[in-house]
């Protein structure tokens, strides 16, 4: 039984991404749950592994396979049943262990922003004190990287998913966008006129990638640095910021 989930913002994977409050909570936790994601995505695992061993804990690592999402099952329905398994399987690991105290789990980017690891929490019965310590999002890596402000003057930002970019186009009345969660590249379906782009991947970490320019002109050099970085690497962390000029 899990009382206290402590659930720790490790920005892009690197270990400056993890604050201070983030170090000590992995120092004070009895458990850390590390998901194990395949033989193609090991170096995500590594990351962890690492950043754990930075923290200098005692605790206790217990892994669990990440589930698949079913593709026969309508997209809300299969992210749900995706859910349920990633919850039952967290209890599954917990079970093979004596310690008592708190169970940390590094969560990629914020935990609160186009991540599912709170929704999953509220699921275990019974359902533990979930406590949020974020690292640094995947956002400020990006305008960080780039060396750009997140928003124009006075102008409001839009946080949105490649999904909806290519369902919806461009968000009516904004004039920024953040897009994440986007292995399609759907910028390629939007008007490019008037539009820049500043994309990153791996963002803050050794391997990390950049790209800006005005979309027309960039477009396919980012889809070319994307593809080789995904088969090079196995997997890939990529997101981008749009505006209108």
Not at 28 to 50: F, H, N, S, T, Y
Not at 56 to 66: E, P, S
Not at 138 to 155: D, E, K
Request: charged share 20%; with cysteine; glycine share 8%.
């Amino acid at each position: 039984m899990i009382r206290d989930l402590w659930l720790i913002g490790i920005g892009t994977g690197s270990e400056a991404h993890v604050t201070i409050e983030g170090m000590q909570a992995l120092r004070d936790a009895a458990v850390i749950l590390l998901p194990l994601k395949g033989e193609e995505k090991q170096a995500l695992a590594a990351l962890r592994q690492r950043i754990i061993a930075a923290s200098g804990t005692g605790a206790q690592v217990l892994t669990f396979d990440y589930p698949e999402r079913d593709p026969a099952l309508p997209y809300l329905e299969r992210v749900s049943a995706w859910h349920d398994e990633i919850a039952r399987r967290w209890q599954a690991a917990l079970e093979t262990t004596q310690a008592s105290g708190p169970v940390a789990l590094l969560v990629w980017g914020d935990p609160s922003l186009y991540d599912s690891t709170i929704r999953i929490a509220e699921r275990l019965v019974p359902r533990p004190a979930i406590r949020v310590l974020p690292g640094i999002t995947a956002i400020q890596a990006l305008t960080a990287a780039h060396a750009i402000p997140l928003n124009a003057v006075n102008g409001p930002v839009r946080i949105t998913t490649g999904r909806r970019l290519r369902d919806h186009g461009w968000p009516e009345g904004e004039d920024t966008v953040v897009v994440m969660l986007d292995g399609e590249c759907s910028f390629q379906g939007l008007d490019p006129a008037g539009l820049s782009i500043w994309w990153g991947a791996y963002l803050g970490s050794a391997d990390q990638i950049l790209c800006a320019g005005p979309l027309a002109e960039v477009a396919d050099r980012i889809v070319e640095l994307r593809e080789k970085a995904r088969v090079k690497h196995g997997w890939i962390m990529d997101t981008y910021l749009l505006r209108q000029s």
